[in-house]
């Protein structure tokens, strides 16, 4: 639905190429027609789109997805990539598209849009209390989207629907979304930016699990005329996962940033570096046996000097094999670093009793072109291709902590630490099949 929506606002952006200066009936008129040119274009990429309602200043339009091959070509015009198996679900997806003109000093063009029918596929492989939720989500039009165009044809703004309704079955299934909005920023027809933000959203299934997600916000933004650059970040104030009988997990105050940054190589081979921030105030894990509760973990990781020659080919539409794709991707060059590790404080004993954390940095490089065919199959039979150096370095209670734990107890007679900054400190060297920690060779 998501992918849809930013479709028709792409559509809608690319139809406002003309003055805001006409008469509001010449203006519509204008509007309209460029709109319905694009809906023609609809129709020509596999759509079937019929007009089902003019009024002066609104168009209701029926849209359905008919050639899913097409419809994925056409989606790719617009940076919206899908796999072929996802576009052919997509089949028998219908939609009504109700387009207002001139709605509001600063929107030339506002468009609701909403479900009036599900890919087949899904239908078809229905079980009963699904189809009892399908038939609801149409019935009810819950899932509804609005979004509203500027006058300049540079960005877009809408929102999703409130939803608070119970699915009734053998066990009835909540769903509860509020305050969704998104937006973006477009040139040329190409996504710049884009940001979504969810008040609250709630699954919860009768005596058996809820999930909840609150104050969530994500953003994106792509530097211009390159195809790897971007910068984006998620946040949530709270994210869980829990099962009726309370096991589960809960995070509070998720931040996420990634970016990616290329650089040319020799014969155009352009280079990518990906880079991954990430901190959670609290953390809180509970199973049948034990409840771990973790304060102020974060991670800073980059993956840098991947080769994007193969993500070039699957741009031009070239299916890549998974063995290829990595081999491709990662070479001799390739590298990932792990920057920072570091975990403040946890609780163990059912929460009760509190440690100080740990801290760790690390390096992998790739030193030889590794047989991904081999390695898919038998993971270990990369590492030889591989060297790596890892620093921990535990908290003395954490030590102890772990020390007493009997399935750990192999561990601690092969390996030795040395005291470091109040701590116990571990040096891991792995190079062509010969591990040391702390300098001494344990294989």
């Not at 805001?20 to 694009?38: D, H, M, N």
């Not at 008919?66 to 015009?77: M, S």
């Not at 901190?279 to 993956?303: C, E, N, P, Q, Y």
Request: net charge negative; proline share 2%.
């Amino acid at each position: 639905m998501k992918r849809i929506v930013t479709l028709f606002a792409a559509i809608i952006v690319s139809a406002l190429g003309y003055y805001y200066t006409f008469g509001a009936k010449q203006l519509t008129a204008e509007l309209r027609a460029i709109v319905s040119w694009y809906l023609e274009e609809l129709e020509l990429n596999g759509f079937d789109v019929k007009l089902d309602e003019r009024l002066e200043s609104k168009d209701r339009y029926l849209i359905t997805c008919n050639d899913t091959q097409r419809i994925n070509a056409y989606l790719e015009h617009y940076d919206i990539d899908i796999s072929d198996d996802d576009a052919a679900i997509m089949k028998g997806l219908r939609v009504g598209l109700e387009i207002s003109y001139l709605k509001g000093f600063f929107h030339a063009l506002s468009a609701d849009l909403y479900l009036l029918d599900l890919p087949k596929e899904l239908k078809e492989n229905a079980t009963p209390f699904q189809h009892k939720l399908y038939e609801k989500l149409i019935s009810e039009k819950l899932f509804r989207a609005h979004i509203d165009i500027d006058q300049w044809q540079n960005e877009y703004s809408g929102n999703l629907g409130d939803i608070d309704t119970v699915f009734e079955g053998d066990e009835s299934l909540t769903l509860l979304l509020k305050d969704a909005k998104f937006g973006g920023e477009y040139n040329d027809s190409a996504l710049l930016g884009s940001y979504l933000n969810i008040g609250k959203i709630t699954l919860k299934k009768e005596h058996d699990f809820t999930i909840l997600l609150e104050k969530a916000e994500s953003s994106f933004r792509k530097v211009p005329d390159t195809l790897y650059d971007f910068n984006a970040t998620y946040r949530a104030h709270k994210l869980a996962a829990m099962l009726d009988d309370g096991n589960g997990i809960e995070a509070v105050d998720i931040n996420i940033t990634t970016h990616g940054k290329s650089t040319d190589g020799k014969d155009a081979d352009h280079r990518l570096d990906l880079g991954v921030i990430a901190d959670a105030t609290k953390i809180r894990l509970r199973d049948d046996h034990t409840v771990w509760m973790f304060d102020g973990l974060s991670a800073d990781i980059i993956l840098s000097d991947i080769s994007t020659k193969v993500l070039d080919e699957m741009q031009e539409g070239e299916l890549v094999a998974t063995d290829k794709l990595l081999a491709t991707l990662v070479t001799p060059k390739t590298q990932l670093q792990l920057k920072e590790l570091k975990l403040s404080r946890l609780y163990t004993d059912r929460g009760t009793k509190a440690l100080d954390g740990l801290e760790s940095q690390g390096t992998l490089n790739i030193t030889e072109d590794i047989n991904w065919t081999l390695a898919l199959a038998q993971p270990l039979t990369a590492l030889p291709y591989t060297t790596i150096h890892l620093d921990i370095l535990l908290s003395k209670g954490l030590y102890s902590y772990l020390l007493d734990l009997p399935q750990l107890t192999l561990v601690w007679l092969t390996l030795e630490p040395v005291e470091k900054d109040d701590g116990k400190f571990f040096e891991f060297d792995y190079d062509r099949n010969a591990l040391t920690v702390n300098r001494k060779p344990i294989l």
